[in-house]
């Protein structure tokens, strides 16, 4: 059992090992929504998938397979078992990728399932599908 924690810019403050549901929509918003570049300090080690999807917008199957390994790789940093699957479906400049998979911590188990929709190798909507909530 890890004590892993998810920095939060609110009241909450650090999100611990407990609320599995919790840390992982967290962590999946930053990692949806952070800059490759926003920090010096930190360069190269942020996930982004905003930055993956302009790297590798060309090629789906590199798209893929790079979305699935940062994913896996920044998720099992935070807890204790990953089962993740991308999928993409592609629509001329419109791309649907999704995310689905069980997250795993401390025995508690989480289905995910996203949708990533990106127009012009831009995210233009994410849906937390099992919960019908648009970001």
Excluded: C
Aim: aromatic content about 6%.
């Amino acid at each position: 059992m890890n004590n892993r924690t998810i920095p939060t810019l609110s009241a909450k403050g650090w999100l611990k090992d407990g609320d599995v549901a919790e840390r992982l929509d967290h962590a999946m918003s930053y990692a949806f929504t952070s800059d490759n570049s926003q920090s010096v300090t930190f360069a190269g080690k942020i996930v982004s998938i905003q930055w993956v999807i302009s790297k590798y917008n060309k090629n789906i199957t590199q798209l893929q397979s790079s979305i699935q390994k940062t994913l896996e790789d920044y998720l099992k940093k935070l807890f204790d078992s990953v089962d993740l699957h991308v999928e993409i479906k592609e629509d001329g400049a419109k791309l649907e990728i999704v995310t689905r998979g069980v997250i795993t911590n401390n025995g508690k188990s989480q289905d995910m399932q996203y949708l990533i929709t990106v127009r012009n190798s831009t995210i233009e909507k994410v849906t937390n599908v099992l919960n019908d909530v648009e970001g």
